[in-house]
């Protein structure tokens, strides 16, 4: 589990939280009512993170898999290469 204070978290629900501001700036939302609104808009940037990081991270290798044969080390012919 991340934390929701890491940098990208905090950047992108700022990022998210532009237009609270602005509107809270031009007198739409009470001051109140941005407060609770950023909490939401942190909330989203830990979820948005949280799934690009999930969607991004690689699958675990299979359990009988080897290291060097996911790499692919192995010649056409499918027998694995010799190195000298």
Do not use: Q, Y
Not at 35 to 64: D, F
């Amino acid at each position: 589990m991340i934390s929701p204070f890491r940098g990208d978290v905090v950047v992108t629900g700022f990022v998210l939280a532009t237009p609270v501001f602005l509107l809270g700036m031009r007198g739409e939302f009470t001051a109140e009512e941005v407060i609770t609104r950023l909490l939401w808009c942190l909330a989203a940037g830990w979820a948005a993170v949280s799934l690009v990081r999930w969607a991004s991270t690689p699958p675990k290798p299979a359990p009988g898999a080897r290291a060097d044969d996911a790499a692919g080390e192995t010649s056409v012919d499918g027998e694995r290469a010799t190195t000298a």
